[in-house]
């Protein structure tokens, strides 16, 4: 009944529901997820069944190669035609999930290269397809942030705060916000912090220093991408003269993720695909990479970041 008059006197607080693509998107990104949860449990299934008869694989190996595989693991030891046949059914689900793995990172990746919002997110260090699509996927319209620290305070990448009667408390970042979308933008500074030499590097080095806690300054690095992603899919960034190398190595990381077979059916090459995604990447809003390999005008560009906007751009 109370929220039925909250709801008469307007004075209820106004929920967004996400549209048509953000909601295929969030469908998408649950698909992969669980998926790549399949894909770990019946890997564990294996190691484990193996563990049990004695057999250790060597350091590195990659199970997915079910070729390769197959063969280390019959030359291991002497196996009863029942326990091989556990083995090769254990083998051919963890082919099967990783195959739908596969699949899903292919749609992803496909839908990054061709939306151009998401394309301009791979400019910060430490974004790749994931990343950015689930930026996409969970902000849906950037509009409904007014300021960075709204996106900042949704991600949950903000200290905990509750003031009650006399007494307040101030804790760590868990426990509140989307844990999808913090959980990503976490992996992205951790990998920038580990192999990047890039102004956020730095300063989260500088940081890491000073304050000598890893998981502090990591949060922080978050915060920044965070607030980097708000101005990149608002507009606000600086168009790009040339594609570096880091930049150039990591499109031809997402290319591959698209796949060979699904390039086929594009009619498109490697290299010509990776220049149009470059052209896409340097003239920005102002046209949309389409799939049936034209550009159609949209918005231009708007005003340059300042220097201190900068953390994270490539």
């Known amino acids: 009944m109370r929220i039925g008059k909250a709801y008469l006197a307007s004075t209820a607080k106004e929920v967004w529901v996400p549209e048509a693509k953000t909601q295929q998107r969030?469908?998408?990104?649950?698909?992969?997820?669980?998926?790549?949860?399949?894909?770990?449990?019946?890997?564990?299934?294996?190691?484990?069944?193996?563990?049990?008869?004695?057999?250790?694989?060597?350091?590195?190996?990659?199970?997915?190669?079910?070729?390769l595989v197959e063969e280390q693991i019959r030359s291991a030891r002497d196996w009863s035609a029942r326990q091989w046949q556990?083995?090769?059914?254990?083998?051919?689900?963890?082919?099967?999930?990783?195959?739908?793995?596969?699949?899903?990172?292919?749609?992803?990746?496909?839908?990054?290269?061709?939306?151009?919002?998401?394309?301009?997110?791979?400019?910060?260090?430490?974004?790749?397809e994931m990343v950015s699509f689930t930026l996409g996927a969970f902000i849906g319209d950037i509009g409904r942030f007014s300021h960075p620290k709204k996106l900042v305070k949704y991600a949950g990448l903000n200290p905990a705060f509750d003031d009650s009667g006399n007494s307040q408390w101030s804790g760590g970042i868990g426990g509140h916000g989307n844990q999808y979308l913090r959980c990503?933008?976490?992996?992205?500074?951790?990998?920038?912090?580990?192999?990047?030499?890039?102004?956020?590097?730095?300063?989260?080095?500088?940081?890491?220093?000073?304050?000598?806690?890893?998981?502090?300054?990591?949060?922080?690095?978050?915060?920044?991408?965070?607030?980097?992603?708000?101005?990149?899919?608002?507009?606000?960034?600086?168009?790009?003269d040339e594609i570096d190398a880091a930049l150039s190595l990591k499109v031809g990381k997402i290319v591959s993720q698209v796949g060979s077979a699904k390039l086929k059916t594009l009619?498109?090459?490697?290299?010509?695909?990776?220049?149009?995604?470059?052209?896409?990447?340097?003239?920005?809003?102002?046209?949309?990479?389409?799939?049936?390999?034209?550009?159609?005008?949209?918005?231009?560009?708007?005003?340059?970041l300042t220097p201190a906007q900068e953390y994270g751009l490539r």
């Open 26 to 67: 969030r469908e998408c990104f649950d698909a992969h997820r669980k998926a790549t949860k399949r894909l770990n449990q019946i890997r564990a299934r294996l190691r484990s069944y193996l563990s049990d008869n004695g057999v250790r694989l060597k350091k590195g190996t990659h199970l997915v190669q079910v070729g």
């Open 86 to 128: 556990v083995i090769q059914i254990l083998l051919e689900e963890l082919r099967h999930a990783n195959q739908q793995r596969e699949q899903w990172r292919s749609l992803i990746a496909q839908e990054v290269l061709s939306d151009p919002d998401l394309l301009a997110l791979v400019r910060l260090c430490g974004v790749r």
């Open 267 to 304: 009619a498109k090459t490697r290299k010509s695909f990776r220049q149009e995604i470059f052209q896409s990447l340097k003239i920005g809003k102002e046209y949309v990479l389409d799939p049936d390999k034209k550009f159609s005008p949209k918005l231009a560009p708007a005003p340059a």
């Open 184 to 240: 990503m933008l976490i992996e992205g500074a951790q990998a920038v912090l580990r192999c990047s030499s890039s102004p956020l590097a730095k300063w989260g080095k500088r940081l890491l220093a000073r304050k000598g806690a890893i998981n502090l300054v990591v949060c922080a690095m978050a915060r920044k991408l965070a607030v980097a992603a708000w101005y990149l899919m608002m507009g606000r960034w600086t168009t790009l």
